[in-house]
């Protein structure tokens, strides 16, 4: 396949530009060209996705097979390098968000679930779920049937520039004790981002269009389940001291937070781990052992270094305040 991925340097993009070229894909990436070289075989278009002009030329009279867009901030951007590619793509596959479903989210959601209000011509970056789905329908206005919306939950694995897990590793890393937020058998839904790199990759060769939540089976694992497999990947000497949600809001400490478990007031949201997947799996939709996701995480991680924090959220160095942690475990050890 003769593939175009606007984007290819940061997390969803880079596995998509790898797992690509393993299966032997013809790869062209368009973007700035600041983050990072371009992989060894892809065909690197330099341009600023907020200048149209720039985009054009950068394009020139290529046309591809399929065309995979991360973008997240205006949408704007994605009606103009949709339109630019209309009649020079076979197919479109959007990475949107389940952002994109009105809160609060229903328990067991599907594609079904209401939608937020976006708009195609937007400028706006500050507002994530509207920005992504006017994102969706500016790529719906040029490529109709032919453009895949990929609705992806959390996700994990090599490359994660949002902190969750590799905020986890470098603190279960410090070894000792460390709080975690109880309870240990909440469940947590997330995807591998090279299962959904391979998704995408086989979904738009396809010619698959629509929308479909795209992230792992409900009930797949438990938080317990995660952070003791992290401790069993790395070998870390670390104790988890689980600590009661209510408990650590009074201490300042918005553990649960990082996954959705909790929001800024302490509630706990409903509609975030258990959404209907069955769409996507019907379409293929594989995934790995968490072992496997997590292994990856910290071979990246041992192997380039914390990830840069994201333009648009907080640094996870000022997510916990360390002296606040260490004064509730003491409290905990008497």
């Known amino acids: 396949m003769k593939l175009l991925v606007l984007g290819g340097t940061h997390h969803v993009g880079r596995a998509i530009v790898e797992a690509a070229l393993e299966r032997g894909d013809q790869v062209s990436t368009l973007n700035r060209g600041l983050s990072r070289a371009p992989a060894p075989g892809v065909r690197a278009l330099i341009a600023d996705r907020t200048d149209p002009e720039s985009v054009r030329r950068a394009l020139g009279d290529g046309e591809w097979d399929a065309v995979i867009d991360t973008w997240a901030w205006a949408p704007r951007v994605v009606r103009e390098a949709a339109g630019l590619l209309a009649d020079r793509a076979g197919h479109y596959g959007y990475v949107s968000s389940r952002g994109v479903h009105r809160w609060p989210w229903p328990p067991g959601a599907d594609e079904q679930a209401p939608l937020v209000d976006g708009d195609p011509a937007g400028t706006d970056n500050a507002d994530y779920a509207a920005a992504k789905r006017g994102g969706e329908l500016a790529v719906l206005e040029s490529f109709g049937e032919r453009a895949l919306l990929a609705r992806a939950g959390m996700i994990l694995g090599p490359y994660e520039d949002v902190g969750r897990i590799p905020w986890w590793l470098r603190r279960l890393e410090k070894g000792g004790r460390v709080l975690a937020p109880a309870p240990a058998d909440t469940p947590l839904q997330y995807l591998d981002v090279r299962d959904l790199a391979t998704w995408m990759l086989q979904s738009v060769e396809r ?128």
């Open 207 to 334: 010619g698959l269009g629509g929308a479909f939540t795209v992230t792992g089976p409900p009930g797949a694992i438990t938080l317990g389940e995660l952070l003791t497999t992290v401790l069993e990947v790395t070998g870390f000497d670390t104790e988890l001291v689980w600590a009661e949600p209510d408990l650590l809001m009074r201490h300042g400490l918005p553990l649960g937070m990082e996954f959705g478990l909790r929001m800024p007031d302490g509630s706990a949201p409903s509609g975030m781990h258990d959404a209907d997947v069955s769409a996507a799996l019907a379409e293929g939709l594989t995934t790995r052992p968490l072992r496997e996701t997590l292994a990856g995480t910290w071979a990246w991680l041992q192997a380039e270094g914390d990830p840069a924090p994201r333009p648009d959220a907080l640094s996870p160095d000022t997510w916990l305040d360390a002296a606040a942690e260490q004064r509730l475990l003491d409290q905990l050890s008497h």
